[in-house]
DNA sequence: GCCAACGTTGGC
DNA sequence: GCCAACGTTGGC
């Protein structure tokens, strides 16, 4: 089993509304790194569901893969922001996956608390400048920050 | 809202 | 294939 980090926006896309819809459509990414993790991405994968551009950044929850890479629909939809013309039924360059909603923080493991512990020297988030939004993450980091989340109320 | 750090685009 | 210009991300 493989453990990731996905970034987005509560603003647009936060852990309570994959609360509520159990499942999430993960369809909007337009980077090739992040894309190419997500071909990577095997079903029972965990997810480390971390929220950027707010108040309080930081990991708020788990999540699960609940289904592999698929061609992301958006990009053959001319009505949709995120249409590319350049891709082709026969050869997606898009990916989509989906994420089953497992468990939602107390508290926030957030971003700051990340980067003044030494355990987690290495882990791509707290490198500056790194914006990619689908990432890999060490086992012993998953672990840690689940023990974390649950150390908090 | 600022801006550093990237990624992408396109002229050459 | 180089690289300047431009766009985007995302912490602060």
Partial sequence: ???????SEPSCYGIDDLKRDRVGVWD?????????FMRDMKKGDRVLFYHSSTDVIGIVGIGEISKEAYPDPTQFDKTSYKYDAKSTEVNPRWSSINLRFMTKFKAPVTLQELKLDPFFEGM????RGMRLSVQPVHEKHFK??????????
């Avoid at 089993?1 to 970034?7: A, D, H, N, T």
């Avoid at 840690?144 to 109320?153: D, G, N, R």
Wanted: charged share 30%; glycine share 0%.
């Fill in 124 to 127: 791509l988030v707290i490198k």
């Fill in 144 to 153: 840690k920050i689940l023990e974390l989340s649950t150390a908090e109320s």
């Fill in 1 to 7: 089993m493989k453990y990731w980090l996905m970034k």
């Fill in 28 to 36: 909007d990414v337009r980077n090739y790194q992040a894309r190419n």
